[in-house]
């Protein structure tokens, strides 16, 4: 549910265990569970066998400490910690967090830095001097910061790491290494690509899109042969329906098809393009299409649906961004169009101005620039200048597209042409996100779009041969290759590509193709497959995703443990926040009984550690976030948190409270108001949410909260504030906030809902700092849930994004753009959060439980052993962490590891969110 400590992450390739917050605090965990010794002097440089292609590379800059950037080699990777410790370096972790939390980092048997009156590595250490971990897969010329803690990164041939000490903010902006990727990147014959092997001109077979066949089964996905409704809904999905007729004028030209969705979409223009009604700006994203409808069907977009979607668009321009002191809502910076939130929806406003004869703003289309990574690739998320900047091959070819269109932008177009070239596998495929090695055949799709039009005739040809052998015998297409089951989403964008066409081209007199298309057979292949629409999404299946939660292989008589070498250390932060889970959707209560016995008895984990050491209660190094988060289980199961875990924690979070900041180098308070060791808003809310419903008063932390509150209604992750804006903390700040009650508070609830609605994807997700993230939509949905009636839709399609991301087994993936397979942290998010109730009316009675058995000491799972009992026995295969920051978890796998580190030492788990990450425990 993302009550723990937020961390810093950043919008990193790969998504981690809890997807916001909790990518930052994994990598920041990475960083500081990676403990590494410096060599007084550079040693030999020790890459031994690998290669640009085999094995990979580790770098270490000891340059703080007056040493120099130092190189290891592993030729059979396996994770980002191994890697180290193959490489020839030596690290520790906290002896709050453990191993996994790398805080100390080495070369050989040298000294390990900081050193101990440097840093004492007891706690997480300060988002401003601690070992930052980043990334980058082949082929990638810039650095990414992981998004996943060292224990839990999966390291491939070609891959590079890089640790460098000092500091970052959320948005990774800052902190960068100094060297590029190929700078210490092994001698190899040619550039790597995407799958590793050098960047040549693709040798795919060529081949057609069967456009008969794919615009068949687009039509076959029409409701009244008008509209597309997904399963399950009533409402029009008019994206979708939008993308329906462009390929429909790409395939058929003026039919009556098309002729049926072109009135539909008229007469419910002001529903999809004006939700904010007469004399509001329009949605820009959904304008933007409607206007290129026009544009593609010879209507006028002066006067569609009775509206002049292009003046309109014009009219909306943002003039400045939040540096003006006056934040518009909806702009990131000047230049860009209210609510387009992506690049995507920046691009096609432009287009739609341009294919109509106006001139756009010329902030609208420099602000496409600004979306350039130094490696040519554009980014997908709407940054501002300065921060990070991680590009895919979709973006890249659309705004390439739009970009030539507009003109005066050569070198820019240039760049995304080479960028393009280089991520091409050698099949004529594109992957969707850097670090995949999967191909996607939206990403493919878009690619191919912008590569044919930009005069790369023969990449086009293999792209297109790609996509033709990945369609499906109904004539639709899946997600990624060698899918089963076709899906409207990347199915228009294929069929244009394989007309070989664009929507800067496209008319319904017929595609206008730039090039001709590769002559030869249609050749569909895939397997067999009925067509259909996609699975209805309603919602998450929380009796599946309980089910998960409370497997044998996850909840292990009554706590979850993270991965980790050797360790037997298990996660308080990510065990309360299943225990939250379990409390909200009421669907184990006798798990839910385990759970909260384990942690109320004391009991111990393999390491012989309680909640009370998670917590650090009764010592210099007591967590307010992790105190909070333990009292606020103890209040919503019915317990006494005066009297829970041998404490009283509502008296601890009272001492807890600063009077005043502290100085260097003790770091234990960020302002009066604020508890000790509580590195973010998510931490902060969490005790404020704690106290209050103790019936403290709380008055300087719940002031110290409402002072952060930005004047765009959104709150930032870490504590002491940074610049960035944060779905998940602006969420649980506003449960918070909504706890408290008053005018004054209800206003900041307001504001607070209104940005995050505005923060919302056209999919329904919500960004974080590990991507389109799991996390930040459970958390959204319980946060706008506190205006329910006002927030319906957007809580519908929060949920339905919710329920397209969970697996087979009934847990949940880190992010849309993360790797595959389900993670713990997101999963208790994303269960609990489905529910819409607050962390501050959350409540669960356990009467009628019975307590659970306690195992005998024997076996190999972990023991429940409280004080005065017999350990012998206790082992616990993997382990890592569960440290003050880790559990509340909104960005964690990131999100796990972002969780433990917030509560520890708290900015990591923000810095790693950026946008699209969650947390845990402290967060």
């Not at 409402?706 to 506003?734: F, H, Y």
């Not at 087994?809 to 389900?822: M, W």
């Not at 997101?826 to 306690?854: K, M, N, Y």
Request: proline letters at 7%; hydrophobic letters at 35%; aromatic letters at 6%.
């Amino acid at each position: 549910m993302g009550t723990g400590e937020r961390g810093i992450r950043r919008t990193g390739t790969r998504p981690v265990p809890w997807t916001a917050l909790v990518t930052a605090l994994a990598a920041w965990a990475a960083a500081c569970m990676t403990f590494l010794t410096l060599a007084p002097t550079a040693a030999a440089d020790p890459i031994g066998d690998c290669t640009a292609t085999e094995g990979a590379i580790v770098a270490v800059d000891f340059g703080p400490f007056g040493g120099t950037v130092e190189r290891g080699c592993d030729t059979t990777p396996t994770t980002g910690y191994d890697l180290l410790h193959d490489g020839g370096f030596t690290t520790a972790g906290t002896q709050h967090d453990g191993p996994g939390f790398i805080c100390r980092i080495g070369r050989g048997s040298g000294t390990q830095y900081p050193t101990p009156d440097e840093e004492s590595c007891v706690l997480t250490p300060p988002a401003t001097a601690y070992w930052s971990y980043w990334v980058a897969s082949p082929g990638q010329a810039d650095w990414s910061y992981s998004q996943y803690g060292a224990m839990d990164r999966k390291v491939k041939d070609g891959d590079v790491d890089a640790w460098v000490y000092g500091g970052t903010d959320v948005g990774g902006s800052t902190g960068r290494p100094t060297f590029t990727p190929d700078d210490v990147r092994a001698a190899g014959t040619g550039t790597p690509g995407p799958s590793g092997s050098p960047s040549t001109t693709p040798t795919g077979a060529p081949g057609e899109v069967d456009l008969t066949a794919a615009a068949t089964w687009l039509k076959g996905r029409l409701t009244d042969g008008e509209r597309v409704v997904d399963d399950g809904a009533e409402a029009p999905n008019y994206l979708l329906t939008t993308e329906v007729a462009y390929a429909l004028a790409a395939t058929e030209g003026k039919s009556q098809a098309l002729g049926r969705i072109s009135a539909f979409l008229a007469a419910h223009t002001d529903d999809y393009a004006y939700p904010g009604g007469a004399g509001r700006a329009p949605d820009a994203i959904a304008a933007s299409r409607l206007a290129l409808l026009a544009e593609i069907t010879e209507a006028d977009p002066h006067a569609f649906g009775g509206r002049d979607l292009v003046g309109d668009l014009a009219d909306s321009v943002c003039p400045a961004g939040p540096e003006s002191g006056e934040p518009t809502p909806g702009c990131t910076a000047k230049g860009d169009f209210p609510g387009a939130g992506y690049a995507d929806g920046q691009a096609l406003s432009v287009l739609a101005l341009l294919r109509a004869g106006v001139t756009p703003p010329a902030a609208a289309v420099d602000r496409l620039t600004q979306l350039q990574c130094t490696d040519g690739g554009i980014t997908s998320i709407l940054i501002r200048p300065g921060e990070y900047c991680d590009g895919d091959p979709a973006t890249t070819g659309l705004v390439a597209l739009v970009l030539r269109q507009a003109g005066g932008h050569d070198d820019a177009v240039t760049k995304a042409r080479t960028y393009l070239t280089k991520n091409q596998r050698e099949d004529g495929a594109f992957t969707g996100y850097t670090g995949s090695t999967v191909g996607s055949v939206y990403a493919t799709a878009y690619a191919a779009q912008g590569l044919r039009a930009l005069g790369d005739t023969a990449r086009a040809d293999a792209a297109v041969g790609w996509l033709a052998r990945q369609q499906l015998d109904g004539g639709g297409f899946g997600f990624e290759e060698e899918a089963t089951d076709p899906a409207l989403y990347p199915t228009p964008p294929a069929v244009l590509a394989g007309a070989g066409t664009s929507l800067v081209a496209l008319t319904a007199k017929g595609a206008e193709p730039t090039a001709s298309p590769s002559s030869g057979p249609a050749t569909p292949s895939g397997s067999p497959t009925t067509p259909g629409t996609p699975a209805p999404y309603d919602g998450p299946d929380l009796k599946k995703g309980v089910a998960y939660l409370t497997s044998a292989a996850n909840l292990k008589q009554g706590r979850y443990y993270t991965a980790g070498p050797g360790t037997a250390r298990a996660d308080f932060g990510l065990t309360v926040d299943g225990a939250f889970a379990l409390a909200a959707t009421g669907l184990n209560n006798a798990k839910l009984r385990g759970i909260v016995d384990f942690l109320d008895h004391e009991g111990k984990d393999g390491e012989g550690r309680t909640v009370g050491d998670w917590t650090g209660i009764g010592t210099p190094y007591a967590a307010g976030g992790s105190l909070g988060k333990t009292a606020l289980l103890a209040e919503a199961v019915g317990r006494d948190p005066r009297d829970f875990a041998g404490h009283d924690l509502i008296a601890a979070l009272d001492k807890a409270v600063c009077g005043k900041p502290s100085t260097a180098p003790d770091r234990s308070c960020a302002a009066k108001g604020a508890y000790t060791y509580a590195p973010s808003v998510f931490a902060q809310s969490l005790a404020v949410i704690a106290q209050v419903r103790a019936g403290e008063k709380a008055q300087e932390p719940i002031a110290y909260l409402e002072s952060l509150q930005q004047d765009s209604g959104a709150w930032p992750s870490l504590i002491p504030a940074t610049n960035d804006s944060d779905v998940d903390s602006t969420a649980i700040a506003a449960m918070a906030l909504d706890l408290v009650g008053g005018d004054e508070a209800e206003r900041a609830v307001g504001k607070a809902l209104a940005w995050i609605a505005s923060r919302q994807l056209p999919d329904g997700g919500f960004p974080g700092a590990a991507g389109n993230s799991v996390n930040s939509a459970a958390l959204a949905v319980q946060g706008l849930s506190l205006d329910a009636e006002k927030y319906a839709d957007e809580i519908a399609d929060a949920r339905t994004f919710l329920a397209s991301q969970q697996n087979g087994d009934g847990g949940f993936r880190v992010a849309k753009e993360g790797q595959d397979g389900s993670d713990l942290r997101a999963s208790t998010q994303a269960v609990g959060g489905a529910t819409g109730i607050s962390f501050g009316t959350l409540e669960r009675s356990l009467a009628g439980t019975s307590p659970q058995p306690t195992p005998s000491p024997s076996g190999t799972v972990p023991q429940i052993v409280t004080p005065g009992g017999d350990t012998e026995g206790s082992s616990v295969a993997g382990g890592g962490g569960g440290g003050a920051l880790a559990s509340t978890g909104v960005r964690a796998g990131l999100l796990a590891a972002i969780a433990l580190l917030l509560v520890g030492a708290g900015w990591r788990t923000a810095v790693v969110a950026r946008r699209r990450a969650e947390s845990g425990a402290g967060r």
